[in-house]
């Protein structure tokens, strides 16, 4: 079942899409406040739902938190404040939809089913085109004009996960919370050194370098 974290301090109205989430079959956990909501963000839920107005942290602070630890993880924002502008701010930090209040439940429901449909699809596609090549999740290889290229582990951990975020800068932190894990205490030098050996083998990635920041993968 795919987990809904609810982040809104109305309680009628946490109430009310609480009760229309989970007849859509989703499991949900809410959220009055920000502090508690940036708690539970390494929880790694499927979808987060937050209100801009919020006690503790406003969700524009909270969104941010949830893009830098999680940015592979959707969001949409709520507001009832000047919607053209919440809508752009929203966008601007990495929200993936908006919804100006009020608005029908039922609307909130096709929304995330739009939303965790379209990133299952994304991350489950067996075989994804990268430039001149063809990445090969369960073989965990790469294929270029019928040539097989091998990938270590973490070449591999990696490129999966820069995959599943394509088009989105990702930071060196990020991806060594995903791929070493949080517990590791090592230089982010590790992520740079991994794809530098990762280019050398396929040299055509479309991959670019996000200047004291990160990466990013430019594939459809």
Not at 31 to 58: Q, R, S, T
Not at 82 to 110: H, N, Q, T
Request: aromatic share 8%; hydrophobic share 40%; proline share 5%.
């Amino acid at each position: 079942m795919k987990r809904i974290y609810l982040v809104e301090d109305e309680k009628p109205l946490t109430n009310l899409l609480v009760s229309y989430l989970i007849d859509a079959k989703y499991h949900v956990k809410t959220f009055d406040n920000g502090l508690d909501a940036k708690n539970a963000i390494l929880e790694k839920p499927d979808l987060w739902v937050l209100d801009i107005m919020l006690p503790g942290m406003d969700g524009y602070a909270l969104i941010k938190e949830i893009k830098n630890n999680t940015p592979q993880i959707p969001v949409i924002f709520m507001s009832a404040r000047s919607a053209e502008l919440d809508r752009v701010i929203g966008l601007e930090m990495g929200s993936d939809d908006y919804l100006p209040k009020p608005f029908l439940p039922r609307e909130l429901v096709l929304r995330v089913n739009r939303l965790l449909k379209t990133r299952q699809k994304k991350q489950g596609a067996a075989i994804v085109p990268l430039g001149p090549y063809l990445f090969h999740r369960q073989r965990r290889i790469i294929i270029m004009e019928h040539e097989e290229i091998s990938l270590t582990v973490k070449e591999y951990d990696i490129l999966e996960f820069l995959i599943d975020n394509r088009g989105n800068a990702i930071s060196r932190t990020n991806i060594i919370d995903v791929v070493w894990g949080t517990d590791y205490f090592g230089s982010e030098r590790v992520v740079d050194d991994t794809l530098r050996r990762l280019r050398k083998k396929i040299p055509k990635l479309p991959l670019e370098t996000v200047y004291g920041y990160g990466y990013i993968l430019n594939v459809e």
